[in-house]
């Protein structure tokens, strides 16, 4: 049994840790409020410019001259996952689920006979997917020397992955993050992001439907061309927003969890520390007593 000092000690430790996690609580609640507004501030636009360009893309279709980002370069040998993970721990199995999302991802892929690799951003994704494809990490973008990253940081992403595509490095690229839903719940998802999906379920509208007749100017296939490279920035831009939401809310909530538990420590510290106490005092009555009555 542990002595008294101790006990002591370890009530001690645990308090200041329980101080160190309320304290964490409340500052990544008072960031989570602006970053799920960030968050769903921009989800509208991203649903726009893909209403738009499924519109645009319906119009063009499979054409010879479709653009390379929509209709890719004739092979779906070569894929490329873009995982999206935290740059900070202490969010619970934030990373640990977008990790098994993607290396779910990439064994199905396999499965299929297809060659994978990887793209990290983020730092803490990193060592489980390397411990175990330490030959098939592409390459990985660094967000943590920044405080929170913005557009800048997602065209930064955006430009060197459209270069691999033009280079030919890879033939199509899905992006992995999570989706902020609550502080309590943050869903990793797997999308297609290279080359840019078509809408499903999109079909013509059918002659004398009394739809109104849309004209682009300069055209469809010219405006895909310069309306599809902003797609892929909005959708990690997007990405990154999510990320940072779902960090924070995971963090509140691992945060509050660790608080929680610090707390019942602590109780059941103090019960072990009186009763070892007065377990202490009273063995010192009875050696009293005795020694009285042996005189």
Same mark, same amino acid.
């Given at each position: 049994m542990a002595s008294l000092k101790e006990l002591k000690g370890r009530i001690k430790s645990v308090k200041s840790t329980q101080k160190i996690t309320k304290a964490k609580q409340m500052v990544a609640a008072a960031k989570l409020r602006r970053a799920q507004e960030a968050a769903e501030a921009a989800r509208p636009y991203a649903e726009r410019l893909n209403a738009v360009m499924a519109s645009l893309a319906s119009k063009v279709g499979g054409s010879d001259s479709a653009p390379k980002l929509l209709a890719g370069?004739?092979?779906d040998q070569r894929h *490329? *996952?873009?995982?999206?993970?935290? #740059?900070?721990? *202490?969010?619970g199995g934030l990373n640990a689920n977008i990790v098994k999302e993607a290396l779910k991802k990439a064994t199905s892929l396999r499965e299929k006979? !297809? #060659?994978v690799q990887f793209y990290l951003v983020g730092r803490k994704g990193r060592a489980p997917i390397k411990r175990n494809n330490a030959d098939a990490i592409a390459k990985h973008f660094d967000t943590s020397n920044v405080r929170t990253p913005g557009f800048d940081e997602a065209e930064a992403i955006a430009s060197e992955l459209l270069e691999m &595509?033009?280079?030919? !490095? &890879? #033939?199509v690229a899905h992006l992995v993050y999570p989706i902020f839903k609550s502080a309590l719940a943050q869903d990793p998802t797997t999308q297609q992001l290279i080359p840019v999906p078509a809408a499903e379920g999109e079909a013509k509208p059918a002659s004398g439907s009394g739809d109104a007749l849309v004209e682009y100017e300069p055209g469809e296939e010219e405006i895909l061309e310069a309306l599809l490279p902003r797609y892929v920035r909005t959708q990690l831009f997007g990405a990154l927003l999510e990320r940072e939401a779902s960090e924070q809310g995971a963090s509140m909530t691992a945060m509050d969890n660790a608080t929680r538990n610090a707390g019942d420590l602590i109780k059941n510290l103090n019960i072990q520390y009186n009763r070892s106490r007065q377990a202490a005092i009273t063995t010192e009555l009875i050696e009293i007593i005795a020694g009285a009555e042996a005189l």
């Open positions: 370069n004739g092979s *490329l *996952l873009v995982v999206v993970n935290t #740059d900070k721990g *202490l969010c006979g !297809k #060659d &595509f033009e280079a030919g !490095k &890879f #033939d």
